[in-house]
Structures are given as structure tokens and as C-alpha cells.
């Protein structure tokens, strides 16, 4: 395996300019285009207002830094007025500042400029001043010079690099110093970057992105689909070196995303390329400190010590952060750090060489660090590495709930799977994997691994230990999630309430319980008792400081409000909940998408354009989680959508085959009530009468004896102009005789009042129930209602304009909310007139206006004729609303 993956450069003449491959490539000397490097070099470099005088490209072996540089020189060769660029590549032999000396001027010399070849031909290599005699010549010879000195990190005699540092800090303006290594030189870079004289790459510079790597690896005929090229971009994380290893790998390779899948950093190409380029050179001890730390995925230096028994341990990472050995600190958590994925498989693989009960040793290490700082899914995943039995059910029995809690189920379930099979058997991770089951929407296998717990002697796990609280509270409280899924929630949440759930003493797992026990009496449709129940989950889950089981008990009680139909409650627990949820970097959470459903149904009463793309946003994310719910949302992503589709049919038919309130998957009684009536309507405004009648005869049977099985029934009846029997259907819901389960129903049955009540001529009782509606509305700002009902109650509103009294204000803005319908009416306004007419709402005078307008009143009067001979009416009030219906105000 050669030094660099890429290329190196040789000084020559200007127009000869040599890349000798090292590697060759397939693709028979093709080049990454990198044109975001060399932009950012030569800006750099030849910024008018500040140019720096010297970059340093410094990043780890196989970063792809040579070739880099190379290509950017050869590209700035190319230009009609390209600067001088001599090449240095530092060696061994030049820590000795005679050689160096000539090194650097036989670099400039072979340049290819004879101006720069005669002014150094004077020069002395030997003489102790030739930085200030070179200074001096490059000066005067007045030429933009650029010079690349590569492999730089080899330098390590002191007077060499005194000499060079003293150089770069008083070098002639016309000259750039380009410094390429693997770390930095020892030279006193510091000053130059506090006098802003430093420009520097690195390491996250440099790294390919997903296109750059895709060139590559099409080098080698390799062309990847999304999935896979992402995956190989996790595994290398961009480093050129193992993209190109790859590239190797994977040139006509039967099964890439096998391939890649097991792209580590023990296979044959990427080991030897780490042992001979990264490793290379490594005392014992530090390759037995490497190997050590490579235990956990990430380490601090408290835990290196523990690990390695190294008293100096910082010490070493600061050698290893200094010479820039893949090893890096995690952003979130500075005091953390972690080797580079290909790196720590290899030494992964190699760790065995130190013996099987050692490496248990730093496993059981590892997993306690982890443990007593809280981290128990890393916890975990040591003990089962370890296979140390005792150890992995004692640390189960101790961090089910935060396990549970913390939506690991899954996560555990993998780990598991490499546990011995005693400590599979275990209740404890029976436990975790029916939490598994239901975190991924596998209701039956939940159930199965529930009654495998509840076979087990009563009150007794294993060896005679008896069944802790914690265990117990935990098992039914899984119990009633399982039910809420398959429909035996009264009897499981009995249990539930038998063993005196919410009250052990533990704000976190009080929390749990609870949340579970409220999710129980929603589903139910006993939404008081749930909101009391999910109140006390909620301050539990406050005081306990757990930030999900917050989520948890926003998300649940906004569904609470939701399926009564408060929207302004509902949308204030769902902005709190889905700020915590990102704060915590939880949107994947199925918890979370759901709630973004209810904040969905939020905007879509308020006439929010964004309500369907929210409900999209969260089908997609919830088929990604395969949690069984995605369906639901993608009927609700449907419905919201229904007024911008080019093919409502189309759209209506998703509603019906997605449907929220006909799903047989579970939902809260109130939550589909809540959804009657636009689905109704859309059925009716779509001709699918038959649709239409199913949907009453199911609500009748989810609902029973409430107003909103009456109100999807009136509204069919007003749809075939059966307004007598419409009346009477919709009566005992007007009178408060029966109470609708969703509070925005009632507003949409005094909407079908006012309906009837126009279809019959009754004005009066049409203004009278279109009142009642908005006063129910108005406290929401629910609009989506009215739009709902058709366009006999928007011409209701436009006519009633000035009739509302303190309601005035929001059926100003519901007819705002109405999309303007077309007309040609301005048109046939005088610009004097659509003048006046911008004044009729104010409901001044003639006189008044005239005033204002500068004309006479016989002016205004002669144009209030003309108005409202054109728009068709008699009165001013007739005038302004048919202005209002036109667009035109």
C-alpha cells in the first residue's frame, strides 16, 4: 500500500507540471472535480482587501490533501495569468537547513520562470541569510510567486523551522506559502493567525461530500443508489481514503449494499492501508492505548484512565488530537471523544490479541463507567459484549423503566439478541421487548411476550427473586398499551389501577403510569377522567425532569382537547409539545408525529394552508417508523387538502379508503367525532351519497346517544332537500336535549340550522343561527365550518355585513378567509366610482365623503347610482356586500 491515496507533485517547468499517480486509478488519471476547495483557496489567497500570505491545508493521512492542492495548481496553471507555482515535498533529510536551503531554491529555480531562475541564481544555499537575501530578490523581482510545501509535519529540526517561520512572517507581498500536512509543523503558526496572516483547511474541509464522493467512486464504474451511497457516507464520513477503498471494493462487486453494509476497517484493503499509513510508527504502548480506548464508541479522559490504567492518558490524546490521528471530539459534548469509524472497527477486530478475559474486563469497565452516569442503553450494550450474565440482569433490573421511558425498546431488542440466551429468558428483557414490540407497532408479538411473563409462577421472576414494584407497574403499564390496540383496555387498565399505579414514589415512573392510564381513559372516551389522570402525569413528569414523558403528556392531553374539539387548548399544548420534541432531537418519535396531527386538525379548523402539508410531512415519517398508523394520516393529509386538489374525486375517494373515522384501527370516540362533519360533506360534495349514509350508521355505532351521530344524518337529509326531516334530526341537538362529543360539532349543527332556514326563506332564524355559530366559534377562531356548509352561508355573511355587534371583527375575518370569486364588475366601475366605493363601508354620509373626496355631494350621489346600477342593487348594504362577493373590497 503507497504512502497517499492521491497524488503527489514534482517541481517543473511551467506548462510541464507533473502529477505522478501513486495509486493508479481506474478511471485512467481522472480527477474529483473540487471546485469549493480550490474557490476557497484561491479567495483566499488573492482576496482584494485582505489576501492571507499563507495557508495551511492540515488534515490526517489519506484526506486527499496532495491531490487536492495538486489539481488546484494545475487548474490555476492553466489560467492566462497564472502565478508562478514551485513544489516542494519535504523528506526525511530535509531537517538540516543546508539541504532544505536547496531544496527550496531548486524548487524555484525548476519553476519554469527565467526571470525567478536568474534571480535565484546568485543566491547561496549555505549562506546563513538567505531568507532575508531571498526575501529581498522575490521583492524585487515584483512576479506573483506561489510556493506549495507539502508533507510539511516530517519537519522537526528546530533551526530549519525557525528559518522557515521567520521567513513566512516577512516574505514579500507578491509571494504565497501554501503548508500541506498531515498535522501541524511545530512552527509559530499562532502569530501569523492572530495577525490574520493564516488561512486553514482542515480535516472537515476537505471531506468529500455525497457528490464528490459519488464522482469518485464512478472512477471505478461504481454508481450508487441513494441508500447506499448515504450508508457509505456514515461509515467513511467523507474521509478519501475509505471512499476510495471502497471504490476498490466495490468495482464490479455482485452485492454493494452487502458490501457496504460490512465496509469496516477489517478488511484486507483498508487494514493494510491503516497499518501502514496511520499506524505506522506507534510505540507499543500507544498501540495497546489505542486498542483499550476503542472499547466504547466514544470516550472522555476520565475513561481512558479506567480503561488503560494510563496516568497520563490526557497526554495522549492531546498527542493524537495534535497529529491529527482520525480522532476527533464530538460537537455536542467537547469533553468526549471518538475514532474515526473505519479506525475503531479495525482495532475493534484487533483487540482480541490482548485476550478474551481482558477484553470482558474493559467491556464490564465501560458498561459501569456508562451506568453510574446514566447512560443505560450504552450501559447495556458493554454488559451483553461482555456476556457476562449476572451482570446483564442485574443492569436490566436496574434500567428497565429509563429504558422503557426513553423510547429505547428497539434498540435494546438488537442488543439482546447478542445477550446469552439465559439473560434473554430473563423477565427483565421480556420486558424491554414487548416495549420493543409496541414501540414498532407489533401488537401480537407484545402480547405474546406478556403472557410469557404472566405464566411464570405469581410474584416470582427467576432463581426465587420476587417481582419487584418497579417490574410489576411496568408489566401492566405495557399491558394497557397492548390493549389500546387490540380492544381490551377495560380490563387492562383493572389491573392496572388494582396494583395502585401513580403512586410508587418514582416521578418518573409515576409518569409513565399515569400516561398510560390517561392514553387508557381516552381511548375509552372518558376524556375528564383523562384529563385529570394525564394532569398528574404531566407535574410528575415535570418534576422528575424528563423531558419526553413531558412530550408524552402535551401530545396526549392536546389529543384530549382535540377529540373535545378545543382547539385553542389543544393548539397550545401541541406548540409546547413539539417544541420540547425537537429540542430533544425526538421528531422521529412516533409520539411526536401524532401530535403533529393534531396540530394538523389545529390548522386545518383555522383555515391554516399548511394543514395538509403538516399531516403529509407526518405520514411519511410514521411509515418510516412502520408503526400501523400512517394510513390515518395520510386519510387526514387527504381531507385537509381537499380544497387546493385539481382532482377532488380523486382526493375524496383517499379520504374514504384512508378514513380517520372508519379506520378499524383504534382511535379516541372524541377524535373521530371531531372529524364528522368535513368528511360528510366531502362526501356529498363528491356525489357519494352511499359513502355518505355509511358513515352515519358507523357513527351511530362508535358513538352512540351523542349529537354527533344526529348532525351527520341532518346534514345528508339538508344535502337531498329533505329539510323537514333535516329540522327534526338536528332539533335535539339545537335544544341541548343531546350533547355533540365535539365541541366544533355544535357549531356545525346551528350551521345546518342556518342552512334550512335559508333553503326555506326564513331570513330572520338563518341570521339568528349563523349568530349562534360564530359566538360558539369566534373564543377558537375555528372557521373551517362555515367554508364547510357551501356558499349559501358565505352570502349569508356578506349580506349580514354590519349585523354581528361585538362579532362583527371575526365574521369580518371569516369572509376575508373565503377565496374571492371572479368577476368582471370592476371593469365596469369608473375609477371615480370604485373610489366611492371604498368609502361605503365606513357608513359616513354623503356629505362626508364628499368632503373628503373634494367633490359635491351631488357628485357622490350621481355615482352611488351608477354603482349600484352595475352591481345590480338598491341599497348601500346590498352594495357593499356584493362588492364583497365580487373581489371588489
Known amino acids: 500500500m503507497q504512502r497517499e491515496l492521491g497524488v503527489g507533485v514534482t517541481a517543473a517547468p511551467l506548462g510541464e507540471f507533473r502529477l505522478s499517480t501513486r495509486i493508479p486509478s481506474s478511471a485512467g488519471g481522472r480527477t474529483v472535480t473540487r471546485t469549493r476547495?480550490?474557490?476557497?483557496?484561491?479567495?483566499?489567497?488573492?482576496?482584494?482587501?485582505?489576501?492571507?500570505p499563507v495557508a495551511l491545508v492540515c488534515a490526517p493521512a489519506g484526506s486527499g490533501k496532495t491531490r487536492a492542492v495538486a489539481d488546484w495548481a494545475r487548474e490555476l496553471l492553466a489560467a492566462d495569468d497564472a502565478p508562478t507555482i514551485a513544489w516542494l515535498t519535504i523528506e526525511e533529510r530535509h531537517n538540516d537547513l543546508d539541504v532544505v536551503h536547496r531544496a527550496i531554491l531548486r524548487a524555484l529555480t525548476d519553476a519554469g520562470n527565467p526571470r525567478l531562475q536568474a534571480a535565484c541564481a546568485g543566491l547561496v544555499s549555505e549562506s546563513p541569510d538567505l531568507g532575508a537575501t531571498l526575501s529581498a530578490a522575490l521583492h524585487e523581482l515584483g512576479e506573483n510567486i506561489w510556493m506549495i510545501i507539502d508533507d510539511a509535519h516530517l519537519l522537526r529540526d528546530t533551526d530549519v523551522l525557525t528559518d522557515l517561520e521567520s521567513f513566512m512572517r516577512w516574505q514579500p507581498p507578491m509571494l504565497r506559502t501554501v503548508i500541506v500536512g498531515r498535522f501541524e509543523p511545530p512552527l509559530a503558526l499562532q502569530r501569523l493567525r492572530l495577525d490574520g496572516k493564516l488561512f486553514t483547511l482542515t480535516a472537515a474541509d476537505l471531506a468529500f461530500t455525497s457528490d464528490e464522493s459519488a464522482e469518485m467512486l464512478d472512477e471505478h464504474g461504481v454508481v450508487l443508489p441513494p441508500d447506499d451511497l448515504d450508508a457509505l457516507m456514515v461509515r467513511t464520513e467523507g474521509w478519501a481514503a475509505g471512499i476510495r477503498l471502497a471504490g476498490m471494493s466495490l468495482e464490479g462487486h455482485p452485492d454493494p449494499s452487502r458490501l457496504i453494509?460490512?465496509?469496516?476497517?477489517?478488511?484486507?484493503?483498508?487494514?493494510?492501508y491503516l497499518i501502514e499509513e496511520v499506524l505506522a510508527g506507534q510505540t507499543d504502548e500507544m498501540r495497546e492505548f489505542l486498542l483499550r480506548t476503542s472499547v466504547p464508541v466514544s470516550f472522555t479522559v476520565e475513561l481512558a484512565e479506567k480503561l488503560t490504567g494510563c496516568t497520563d492518558a490526557h497526554g495522549n490524546i492531546d498527542w493524537l488530537e495534535h497529529h491529527n490521528f482520525l480522532i476527533g471530539r464530538i460537537a455536542e459534548n467537547p469533553t468526549h471523544y471518538r475514532y474515526h469509524p473505519l479506525l475503531r472497527s479495525y482495532l475493534r477486530a484487533e483487540i482480541s490479541r490482548i485476550g478474551h478475559v481482558e477484553v470482558e474486563h474493559l467491556e464490564l469497565t465501560a458498561a459501569h463507567w456508562h451506568d453510574e452516569f446514566g447512560d443505560a442503553l450504552l450501559a447495556l450494550e458493554h454488559a451483553v459484549n461482555s456476556g457476562d450474565h449476572d451482570e446483564i440482569v442485574a443492569l436490566l433490573a436496574r434500567t428497565s423503566l429509563p429504558l422503557i421511558i426513553g423510547g429505547h425498546g428497539e434498540a435494546v431488542d438488537r442488543i439482546l439478541t447478542r445477550a446469552p440466551r439465559a439473560s434473554q429468558d430473563h423477565p427483565s428483557a421480556r420486558l424491554l421487548r414487548a416495549a420493543a414490540a409496541l414501540a414498532s407497532g407489533n401488537i401480537p408479538v407484545a402480547t405474546s411476550t406478556l403472557e410469557l411473563l404472566d405464566r411464570r409462577k405469581s410474584g416470582l421472576l427467576v432463581d426465587g427473586a420476587t417481582e419487584s414494584r418497579v417490574h410489576l407497574l411496568l408489566r401492566e403499564s405495557l399491558r394497557v398499551q397492548t390493549a389500546i390496540g387490540t380492544g381490551d383496555i377495560e380490563t387492562a387498565l383493572k389491573r392496572l389501577q388494582s396494583v395502585g399505579g401513580g403512586s410508587s414514589g418514582d416521578p418518573d415512573l409515576d409518569a409513565f403510569v399515569l400516561l398510560q392510564e390517561g392514553r387508557a381513559l381516552l381511548f375509552l372516551g372518558r376524556d375528564d377522567d383523562a384529563e385529570a389522570v394525564l394532569g398528574r402525569s404531566l407535574a410528575h413528569a415535570r418534576l422528575g425532569d424528563a423531558p419526553l414523558s413531558v412530550m408524552y403528556c402535551l401530545g396526549t392531553l392536546a389529543a384530549v382537547s382535540m377529540s373535545r374539539g378545543d382547539v385553542a387548548v389543544a393548539s397550545e399544548l401541541v406548540d409546547e409539545a413539539l417544541t420540547i420534541g425537537r429540542t430533544q432531537s425526538a421528531t422521529g418519535d412516533p409520539t411526536f408525529q401524532l401530535t403533529k396531527l393534531v396540530d394538523s386538525w389545529c390548522r386545518y379548523m383555522r383555515m391554516d394552508p399548511d394543514a395538509a402539508r403538516v399531516a403529509a410531512e407526518s405520514a411519511e415519517a410514521l411509515r418510516r417508523a412502520s408503526?400501523?398508523?400512517?394510513?390515518?394520516?395520510?386519510?387526514?393529509?387527504?381531507?385537509?387538502?381537499?380544497?387546493?386538489?385539481?382532482?377532488?374525486?380523486?382526493?375524496?375517494?383517499?379520504?374514504?379508503?384512508?378514513?380517520?373515522?372508519?379506520?378499524?384501527?383504534?382511535?379516541?370516540?372524541?377524535?373521530?367525532?371531531?372529524?364528522?362533519?368535513?368528511?360528510?360533506?366531502?362526501?356529498?360534495?363528491?356525489?357519494?351519497i352511499g359513502w355518505a349514509h355509511e358513515l352515519a350508521t358507523e357513527a351511530q355505532g362508535f358513538l352512540g346517544?351523542?349529537?354527533?351521530?344526529?348532525?351527520?344524518?341532518?346534514?345528508?337529509?339538508?344535502?337531498?332537500?329533505?329539510?323537514?326531516?333535516?329540522?327534526?334530526?338536528?332539533q335535539p341537538v339545537l335544544d341541548g336535549e343531546l350533547d355533540c362529543a365535539a365541541g366544533t360539532n355544535l357549531i356545525a349543527a346551528w350551521l345546518v340550522d342556518a342552512s334550512i332556514a335559508l333553503a326555506r326563506k326564513h331570513d330572520s332564524r338563518a341570521h339568528s343561527a349563523l349568530t349562534e355559530a360564530l359566538r360558539l366559534a369566534e373564543p377558537q377562531s375555528v372557521l373551517r365550518p362555515f367554508h364547510d356548509c357551501g356558499p349559501q352561508i358565505r352570502d349569508l355573511l356578506v349580506r349580514s355585513t354590519g349585523r354581528f355587534g361585538v362579532l362583527e371583527p371575526f365574521?369580518?375575518?371569516?369572509?376575508?378567509?373565503?377565496?374571492r370569486s371572479e368577476s368582471t364588475a370592476s371593469d365596469m366601475l369608473t375609477p371615480r366610482e370604485l373610489e366611492l366605493l371604498v368609502e361605503l363601508p365606513s357608513w359616513r354620509t354623503a356629505e362626508q365623503?364628499?368632503?373628503?373626496?373634494?367633490?359635491?355631494?351631488?357628485?357622490?350621489?350621481?355615482?352611488?347610482?351608477?354603482?349600484?346600477r352595475k352591481l345590480g342593487v338598491t341599497s348601500r348594504r346590498d352594495a357593499i356586500a356584493a362588492a364583497q362577493h365580487h373581489g371588489l373590497l
Open 627 to 688: 408503526t400501523g398508523t400512517a394510513g390515518l394520516a395520510d386519510g387526514a393529509a387527504a381531507l385537509f387538502g381537499l380544497d387546493e386538489s385539481e382532482h377532488r374525486h380523486g382526493s375524496v375517494t383517499m379520504v374514504h379508503a384512508d378514513s380517520p373515522v372508519s379506520s378499524a384501527l383504534p382511535m379516541p370516540p372524541g377524535i373521530r367525532a371531531v372529524l364528522l362533519p368535513a368528511i360528510q360533506y366531502a362526501y356529498l360534495s363528491a356525489g357519494e
Open 261 to 272: 453494509a460490512e465496509f469496516s476497517g477489517d478488511r484486507r484493503a483498508v487494514a493494510d
Open 849 to 868: 365623503i364628499a368632503a373628503d373626496l373634494c367633490v359635491s355631494v351631488n357628485t357622490v350621489k350621481t355615482h352611488l347610482r351608477g354603482i349600484y
Open 811 to 819: 365574521a369580518e375575518r371569516l369572509r376575508a378567509s373565503f377565496p
Open 705 to 730: 346517544s351523542t349529537g354527533d351521530t344526529p348532525l351527520v344524518e341532518a346534514i345528508i337529509h339538508l344535502h337531498l332537500h329533505r329539510l323537514g326531516l333535516a329540522r327534526r334530526t338536528i
Open 37 to 52: 476547495l480550490h474557490t476557497m483557496l484561491t479567495d483566499a489567497l488573492t482576496d482584494e482587501a485582505h489576501p492571507y
